[in-house]
């Protein structure tokens, strides 16, 4: 097949975040449709994600459509756009489904239309687990035993056979959350009716659970004359029976034996052939330690957060090289620049480093969702840590996560009684990680915490060793050579503080004064072997240092960091785009994050990367290297904001507004935002957003937002004028929103005046069809001046009155009668009515 | 741990911690980029004489295993690492690495800052020597200036009496010049009867046993050093039997064709480079380890011709006589560890001994 006749593609997007997914689709849509674009090929996107980063990227994206995902959407974009070419790896599952729907109707057949990545077969493969389970079967991959049946007595007698535990699943599940483990027959009745309902096939799968095996993740790439390497194999700390997403995960793999790792290579290959996809595949494995017996458990042919993970830690480019493996080109012929060495896209990754990736929860959002944690994901976010040593790597993740410090966090398990410990080891909950140290502390053997709890050894040793460094670190207060040794292996300021009872900035100050400062590695994915630079950098208390400062001014742009509740990845999104309009305005982007999803880290929008947690001891290390004119800072890094504002540093310090939340308090309220653009001397009337309260959206409280708002013509001029007047009051610029609550149909009472939350602002500046992100960036760098910003606003069209409608993780996370309110948001649609 | 030191002729001195063997040791200082296997890597007989250091951080995670040794005795001179695990858990892996390197009196040292090694062997773009020490003083450089490192490295590895690995199938015999097991563990798959020989094996003694092929083994160090009389002995045997060889074997059989082996300025041992095989235009990654290589500018002139190539530098990685069922490649197609996309080399080296044996 040659692709060279491809002149433009549909790319399906992934729609709202959830519990399953959250920018990593984005930031690959975004570097793919970059590549695209350099080949000649048109790109025709659709989504509804307002936070979506690839939408607004008009420079990539020929076409982007903002629909919600369904067929007929779909369908009257290709009878709008034509293009030559689907591309559905880049949407989730949905996508997959989506395309199969497309396929079904004919319409790919009618028109010519060619799918990128998959053949259609494959399509209906990975859309149809016993489809996949059969061919695989039939090319001897090892698989579990997997029955179908539509009743409960069926169901029965398989799972007899097959003896407990079982999975029941749904075939063609409605949702997501539709697999059970069942231990006993009593569980297997509920589980099956409750998955039959959820089956569109009213089928379900019967399978024999892989508890306790040891779980893989295999990344590899194939290019469509058959050529494939393996990206990078990932091993999960916990055992099956713990969603792959909850769990801490190693790249590279820590416990795994050649032969082990040779052998699931060799199945991930033959699958991949045999499925014929042409770009990356991420495979699953269950592997039995016991007799290195495995089975493939999962199959999946697109971008999500593991492909996102493979590429920020081995550094290398796998959306770029995929773009190019979609057009049809080979992997022997792809040229990654001036910064590789020749043929770089095919040498297999090698890492002389160890990335450690951890979960971030919801629960603070929801203190009501179940802790425990089981095959569903219930994790919202991820960061990771980038280190020398296994026990480097997860301090400085630990340290990203911008939880409690670790230290009060194991305080909490201290007071944990013996049987309570135990139960959080049998049935791990989140944060389980906290709990297995203070199993080691109480003198638990390795054997029986790797009975009770099916993780390797190896993890206790790594595990007792990070105990025993923080006991050291107590003991040795204020001593040099135990601070050299904790830097060393990746404890932050923050944590040697609370544990000597000081301040950080105190440590600071001491390492200063014994010159341990960082120093900083280039992840280059050859393990040194040769000189290629992929501008991705994390700290390292060693000899060398590989880091210099960019010759141009530059911008320093610390990253919102893991997705939480309330924020998605709005926060992902606002950083993007103001480090769009920084390069625009010919500043160097450097940024500080640790979520290996975020679409700031790629490659069209980072010029360097600092993959380190955003703490004071980093950033004022890295402002000592670059020496950065801007310098911007979330909002919610207050600790950091504060040591800034203690230390002497260079360029200016801008807040990124990411606190800032809708202001509902009850539902019943109705609320009229006026948004502003204040440049510190004028403010410009953005038009007005209030919450609507109607029967379509009642479960979703009045969370959902209209622009422009329903304010009677009188009022609307009265109520602009009054928001004017009080933004002008505000000592900083930036974008601002006062917020009117509506007590009687004339009466409007002023609540407040404050920032406009980043989640409103993607959505606005989608409604309005204008980059605000762009206009603030520019105002707060001084590159804007009144007439400009006029013209800028002038350009705008009325696109029609949009929606703004948020989705909340209370299903996903089981929260029975869940209240919608701003900070629980996940994810969100937005769309244009007629 | 005790204080270690890795130290160069050049005055350079890398501060870490000493495990394994607490002796005082010198060789050539070399890397792998290898991210699975450690135990094999050190097992591997073609570190003779060498320091080897890990680019992969955390060595020791999986411990010792009882059936994944390359070699019984290794050689290697030491063994460099960024973060040393040591782990032993069960009768599989009763032997941590640390217990290991110490049984086998092979010294290693931790926590050094193994990226910038690797930055220094290649900027120095020729072999370096080096030593672990326990006091980096002008003593310890003056013995590492004074040593000179063998160049019986053959001799000191191979087996000096012949043993055999019985089968029912294929009798091959193995040429031994420094022999990794996973060659063995091959022939076994395949059900060969298998004689090991010393390398000083004349062609009579090789001939003698009638065997269906032969096997010339990895191993280590430079193939200038060895006998010429050992080309002529493959020059005689390709002639007769169907010729498999390997690593030094594949540099011996090209030199006994005429061509010439040189020094790599830098080492190259990883398993991640694209390799060409030249015939069907494929791609495979193999494990590949040594510091010699073909001449490319001298096969022209012989009957061989090129069966891989290594995309990265060009380098020959396999090469076949146009008259005899003789064939060799560079990298290690038995994996042991690293991957396995060429095992099926040994399948092609049965069939070429199968349509020999119908010839007959």
Redesign the interface.
């Known amino acids: 097949m040659n692709n060279s006749d491809v002149h433009s593609v549909l790319i399906i997007g992934a729609g709202a975040n959830d519990i399953q997914h959250g920018d990593e689709v984005d930031a690959a849509t975004f570097q793919i449709a970059t590549e695209f674009t350099k080949m000649g090929i048109h790109t025709i996107f659709v989504d509804d994600n307002p936070f979506s980063v690839s939408l607004e990227s008009h420079d990539v994206i020929d076409h982007s459509c903002i629909e919600a995902l369904t067929v007929e959407n779909l369908l009257a974009v290709i009878n709008r756009y034509k293009p030559h070419a689907i591309l559905p790896t880049l949407g989730n599952r949905r996508a997959f489904e989506l395309t199969q729907r497309l396929m079904d109707k004919g319409v790919l057949r009618e028109k010519g239309i060619r799918l990128l990545g998959t053949p259609e077969a494959t399509i209906h493969q990975i859309n149809n687990p016993v489809l996949l389970s059969r061919t695989l079967h039939s090319m001897d991959a090892p698989m579990k035993s997997i029955a179908t049946v539509n009743n409960y007595q069926d169901a029965l007698r398989e799972a007899n056979q097959l003896g407990y535990p079982v999975i029941i699943r749904s075939v063609l599940p409605k949702s997501n959350s539709t697999r059970r483990i069942v231990h006993d027959r009593r569980e297997l009745a509920a589980a099956v009716q409750n998955c039959l309902k959820q089956s569109r096939a009213e089928q379900v799968l019967v399978q024999q659970s892989l508890a306790g095996y040891k779980e893989i993740e295999v990344v590899v790439q194939r290019d469509q004359s058959g050529t494939m390497m393996m990206l990078a194999m990932v091993e999960d700390m916990d055992p099956i029976g713990i969603h792959a997403g909850d769990s801490v995960a190693f790249n590279p793999p820590q416990t795994l034996l050649d032969r082990q790792i040779q052998d699931m290579r060799d199945t991930a290959f033959a699958i991949t052939r045999k499925l014929r996809i042409v770009g990356v595949n991420h495979v699953q494995f269950a592997l039995n330690p016991a007799n290195d017996r495995f089975y493939v458990i999962k199959n999946s042919p697109y971008f999500d957060r593991m492909t996102s993970f493979v590429a920020q830690s081995t550094g290398y480019p796998v959306a770029k090289v995929c773009a190019q493996l979609y057009a049809g080109r080979l992997l022997r012929d792809i040229d990654l620049g001036a910064d590789y060495i020749h043929h770089a896209a095919l040498v297999e990754p090698t890492m002389d480093h160890i990335a450690a990736r951890v979960p971030l929860w919801g629960f603070h959002e929801l203190p009501e969702a179940d802790r425990q944690l089981a095959t569903e994901k219930k994790s919202v976010g991820t960061v990771f840590g980038v280190g020398r040593s296994p026990i480097e790597a997860v301090f400085k993740a630990i340290e990203a996560t911008h939880r409690q410090s670790t230290d009060t966090r194991l305080h909490e398990q201290e007071k944990l009684s013996d049987d309570e410990l135990v139960v959080k080891l049998v049935h791990p909950e989140a944060g389980r990680l906290f709990t297995l140290i203070e199993a080691m502390r109480r003198g638990y053997s390795v054997e029986e915490l790797t009975e009770m709890t099916k993780i390797d050894p190896f993890y206790f040793d790594q595990i007792n060793r990070m105990r025993l460094l923080i006991e050291d670190v107590i003991v040795h207060r204020q001593k040099e050579p135990m601070l050299a040794e904790a830097k060393y292996y990746g404890l932050s300021n923050q944590l040697i503080a609370h544990l000597w009872a000081t301040s950080p900035e105190q440590v600071y100050r001491m390492a200063e004064d014994h010159q341990l400062m960082a120093k900083y590695k280039e992840i280059e994915p050859s393990g040194g072997e040769f000189t290629q630079h992929t501008h991705s950098f994390y700290a390292a208390f060693e000899d060398e240092n590989e880091v210099r400062k960019t010759a141009q001014p530059s911008a320093l742009v610390v990253g919102t960091g893991g997705l939480r509740l309330g924020l998605s990845n709005a926060g992902d999104y606002f950083v993007a785009m103001m480090m769009r309009q920084l390069h625009v305005d010919g500043f160097h982007t450097i940024v500080v994050n640790s979520n290996p999803g975020s679409v700031n880290l790629s490659y069209p929008l980072a010029d360097k990367r600092y993959l380190e947690p955003a703490t004071a001891e980093n950033i004022l290390q890295i402002i000592r290297i670059e020496q950065p004119r801007f310098l911007f800072v979330p909002a919610s890094y207050t600790e950091l904001l504060t040591a800034l504002g203690k230390s002497e540093i260079s360029g200016r310090v801008v807040v990124i507004p990411d606190t800032s939340r809708s202001q509902l308090i009850n539902p019943d309220q109705r609320l009229v935002s006026y948004n502003f653009l204040y440049d510190g001397k004028y403010a410009y009337p953005l038009g007005a957003t209030s919450n609507i309260h109607d029967q379509d959206h009642a479960d979703l409280g009045s969370t959902v937002v209209q622009y422009p708002a329903a304010v009677n013509g009188p009022y609307n001029q009265e109520l602009t004028e009054r928001g004017l007047t009080d933004v002008l009051k505000e000592e900083r610029p930036g974008l601002y929103q006062v917020i009117f609550e509506q007590l009687a149909s004339d009466n409007y009472v002023k609540r407040r005046v404050q920032e406009v939350p980043l989640t409103e602002l993607a959505f606005l500046s989608k409604a309005l069809r204008l980059d605000l992100t762009a206009l603030f960036t520019r105002i707060v760098t001084g590159q804007v001046n009144a007439d400009q910003i006029n013209d800028f606003l002038k350009r705008e069209e009325t696109a029609g009155t949009a929606l703004y409608q948020p989705s909340f993780p209370f299903k996903a996370l089981h929260v029975a009668g869940g209240q919608p309110t701003a900070n629980k948001i996940i994810g969100a649609q937005i769309h244009f009515l007629e | 741990m005790a204080a270690r030191y890795l130290i160069f002729e050049d005055g350079t001195v ?1 501060a870490g911690e000493g495990f394994g063997a607490p002796a005082v040791t010198f060789g050539e200082v070399v ?1 792998n ?5 450690y135990q ?1 890597i050190i097992t591997n007989q073609i570190y003779n004489n060498q320091l080897l250091v890990f ?4 060595i020791g ?2 411990g010792i ?1 009882r059936n ?1 040794y390359e070699t019984i005795v290794p050689t290697i001179k030491g063994v460099v690492v ?2 040393l ?3 032993a ?1 069960n009768n599989v892996r009763r032997l941590t690495l640390d217990q290991y390197l110490k049984q086998m009196n092979i010294p290693g040292i931790t ?1 050094v ?4 090694i ?2 220094k062997l ?1 900027a120095a773009q020729k072999p370096l020597k080096g030593s672990i020490v326990p006091v980096p003083d002008d003593h310890a450089f003056d013995q590492l200036h004074a040593t000179v490192l063998t160049s019986q490295q053959v001799a000191q590895v191979a087996t000096p009496k012949p043993y055999p690995n019985p089968g029912v199938g294929k009798s091959v015999v193995v040429i031994d010049f420094g022999l990794k097991n996973g060659v063995l563990r091959q022939l076994s798959r395949r059900k060969c009867n298998v004689t090991v020989l010393p390398y000083t094996a004349t062609t009579d003694e090789i001939l003698r046993l009638d065997p269906d092929g032969v096997v010339l083994s990895t191993g280590p160090g430079d193939p200038n050093r060895l006998k010429s009389s050992i080309l002529a002995t493959i020059r005689e045997v390709e002639a007769r039997v169907p010729l498999f060889a390997i690593g030094l074997g594949h540099e011996l059989f090209a030199m006994a064709n005429g061509a010439k082996v040189n020094r790599q300025p830098v080492e ?1 041992h ?5 390799l ?1 095989e030249v015939i069907t235009d ?2 495979v ?1 193999a494990t590949q380890g040594g510091g010699y290589q073909v001449d490319p500018t001298t096969v022209d002139r012989t009957k061989l011709f090129v069966t891989y190539v290594d ?2 530098d060009n380098s020959i990685q396999g090469l076949r006589h146009r008259e005899y069922p003789a064939f060799s490649v560079q990298f290690f197609p038995d ?7 060429t095992n099926a080399l040994f399948d092609e080296f049965i069939d070429v001994m199968n349509r020999k044996e119908a010839q007959r």
């Open positions: 890398f890397f980029t290898s991210m699975t296997g094999e680019t992969q951080p955390n995670s999986t295993q994944i960024r973060s695990s040591n782990v858990t926590n800052d193994t990226r910038a690797v930055h290649r190259h990883g398993m991640n480079h694209p060409r494929h791609i990654y995309m990265l994996g042991a560890p690293g991957p396995d996309e």
